[in-house]
């Protein structure tokens, strides 16, 4: 691992620490501990019908964290689990599961109180970086094609909330298009990091450490090409760190994330000069 790489996890760790102290993370966690986390299924109804769902809950679930339904919103139909006992039976053993139809509504469905900001902040960037991130997005794009990973600019297929995904069944990368150039950029590069790193559909890795490993391959490639991901890359891995130990990943991943980032550079760096040895038209 180069000294760059390592001071840059050193860094992600430091910062994460941090974050994870402060008092406005406590007030997003317990405001996240309201929200239900939804089965594919239902993650799939409700994008069929609202795709650009966000933050969804149930009528009362918005009602405790000081939000109300709007008068006149259709609610988004899911599937609900409830255990029905056998007709004519009085023995709970004999229950059978069935599902309900109940409705959830999505945050702008709703009014009341702002809700905690996430501290995984969506990357704007400056106008006087268009030029680098173009430059960046470029060579993501011809690296993916270089592994042979298409990368789509669609909003099919995402989770709600989602900025992208690795789909590695059909061995592919989404990127949600109407997010701005930097976070796009990032997107791709983290998908990459997946690509590249949990490709095999049997991968023994939980969720929490792919997702650690993949945004600090992003955290990594950015850096180096002068793109700054802070803002988003903190918060997204002290999220995922909560259900992992971030130390402990960062010393036991830190060879597999750098191998990666280095991959991706290194290829980037090779297409990069075999551009500035080709003879201009001027030359010849």
Known sequence: ???????????????????????????????????????FRNTLLIMLQRPDATRVAGFHTWKEVNRSVKKGEKGIGILAPMLVKAKNSDDDSEKSLRFRTVYVFDVTQTEGEDLPASPARILDGSTDQVAAIDTVWSK??????????????????????????????????????????????????????????????????????????????????????????????????ALWSQETDLAKVLTSSGTRIASAAKRIIDASEAEEAVIDETPSLAAA
């Not at 559909?201 to 180096?224: F, G």
Request: aromatic fraction near 8%.
């Open 1 to 39: 691992m180069s000294e760059k790489t390592a001071e840059l996890l050193s860094r992600l760790k430091t910062h994460v620490a941090t974050l994870t102290t402060e008092d406005r993370w406590k007030q997003y966690l317990a405001v996240q501990a309201t929200f239900h986390s939804y089965s």
């Open 140 to 237: 993501l794009m011809t690296f993916a094609q270089s592994i042979d990973v298409p990368v789509e600019l669609s909003d099919d297929g995402l989770m709600p909330g989602a900025n992208g995904a690795y789909l590695r069944g059909t061995r592919r990368i989404i990127i949600r298009p109407t997010n701005p150039a930097l976070q796009r950029a990032k997107t791709l590069a983290h998908e990459l990091g997946h690509a590249l790193l949990h490709h095999d559909a049997n991968d023994s890795h939980e969720r929490p450490i792919m997702e650690v490993e993949a945004e600090s391959v992003a955290y990594v490639v950015l850096q180096h090409f002068g793109l700054d991901t802070s803002d988003y890359s903190f918060g997204y891995v």
